[in-house]
Nanobody
Framework: QVQLVESGGGLVQPGGSLRLSCAAS????????MGWYRQAPGKERELVAV???????STADSVKGRFTISRDNAKLTVYLQMNSLKPEDTAVYYC???????????????WGQGTQVTVSS
């Protein structure tokens, strides 16, 4: 009923930049928080950044100063601008949204299928 589709992943060299996008679609009444998580092989999934409907953001210490999260509520889209990429940023990046479906009264977590980001020389 609700889908999150990520785009923008790929292979970049250390120090390079990448911009991820995640668009939500479906029978959506509203979206509270949206965010990005990542999971490297053999590691647990970790929070990268989140943004509320009002624009308040929180970013992991490991990416502060390099990554910036933003959203366009009219387009139901969240972005992650990644600069000064490091090999340790290599992971599958997942989009997340806390969604209130139309005709429902509560929020439900939805996840994208992930997009691969590889930082290597």
């Amino acid at each position: 009923q609700v889908q999150l589709v990520e785009s923008g992943g790929g292979l970049v060299q250390p120090g390079g930049s990448l911009r991820l996008s995640c668009a939500a679609s479906g029978s959506i009444f509203s979206i509270n928080t949206m965010g990005w998580y990542r999971q490297a092989p053999g590691k647990e999934r970790e929070l990268v950044a989140v943004i509320t409907i009002g624009g308040s953001t929180s970013t992991a210490d490991s990416v502060k100063g390099r990554f910036t999260i933003s959203r366009d509520n009219a387009k139901l889209t969240v972005y992650l601008q990644m600069n000064s990429l490091k090999p340790e940023d290599t992971a599958v990046y997942y989009c997340h949204a806390d969604v209130r479906v139309r005709y429902d009264t509560h929020y439900v977590d939805y996840w994208g299928q992930g997009t691969q980001v590889t930082v290597s020389s």
